[in-house]
């Protein structure tokens, strides 16, 4: 069945430091896409970067990067040179197979707090 | 602008009584999703759509009920079989491309 977990329900961080939020999956599928959201608390959910199952190269987007293992079906969220404005929760999602009609699952998150 | 629209913002009522939450997309995206999400925790599937009259079901499907008989539109309506209905509402369009979600503001209800 397919499934994400996250096991970091919450993390402090120093101010520009770089922070890795963990992430593993699981699926029987080949074929999937991995996410991460960030939902600050104004509730409202933005994406930050995406990982295909086919794809070679870790995806980056800024100073986000996905540190992607797939023998091992993790997805880490790295978020180099952190700031203030980077607290929120933070939840990886998988979508299983590239079908029309995938579901996609979330995981239940990890709080990340920067100090100043 | 392009994007997803939920309402009410927020909700409150009575023990019992049906809920219809309301989610729009002018984003021309066929597939549509409906999450619930309770203080502190993650986004659980309720239901998904990925063309107009079908849906199916997610992880915690029961006491709600969904509609799509128009692309633009997906409501989701919390019914008094939901043992549990207070909680945070999230619709969502999935994109073409790399297939993430677009997500709306929510709708936060409260059953007193």
């Known amino acids: 069945a397919q499934k994400i977990t996250q096991t970091q329900p919450g993390m402090f961080v120093q101010e520009k430091e770089a922070v890795t939020l963990d992430c593993t999956y699981d699926?029987?599928?080949?074929?999937?896409?991995l996410f991460w959201y960030k939902q600050p608390s104004s509730g409202e959910m933005i994406f930050l970067i995406y990982?295909?199952?086919?794809?070679?190269q870790n995806a980056t987007e800024g100073r986000y990067s996905l540190n992607f293992q797939k023998a091992r079906k993790s997805a880490n969220l790295v978020i180099s040179a952190s700031q203030l404005g980077d607290s929120a929760m933070y939840f990886c999602?998988?979508?299983?197979?590239?079908?029309?009609?995938?579901?996609?699952?979330f995981g239940s998150g990890t709080r990340l707090s920067i100090r100043p | 602008d392009g994007g997803i629209t939920q309402s009410p913002k927020y909700l409150f009522r009575k023990e019992g009584q049906n809920v219809t939450l309301s989610c729009e997309q002018n984003?021309?995206?066929?597939?549509m999703y409906w999450y619930r999400q309770d203080p502190g925790q993650g986004l659980r599937l309720i239901y998904y759509?990925?063309?107009?009259?079908?849906?199916q079901k997610g992880d915690i499907a029961e006491g709600y009920s969904v509609s799509r008989e128009k692309k633009e539109s997906f409501p989701l309506t919390v019914t008094s079989a939901q043992k549990n209905p207070t909680a945070f509402y999230l619709c969502?369009?999935?994109?073409?491309?790399?297939?993430?979600?677009?997500f709306g503001e929510g709708s936060r209800l409260t059953v007193l």
């Open positions: 969502a369009s999935r994109g073409t491309d790399t297939g993430e979600l677009f």
């Open positions: 699926t029987s599928d080949q074929s999937y896409g």
């Open positions: 990982q295909g199952s086919y794809d070679e």
């Open positions: 999602a998988m979508r299983e197979s590239y079908s029309s009609a995938s579901k996609i699952i």
């Open positions: 984003l021309n995206h066929d597939a």
């Open positions: 759509s990925q063309i107009v009259n079908d849906f």
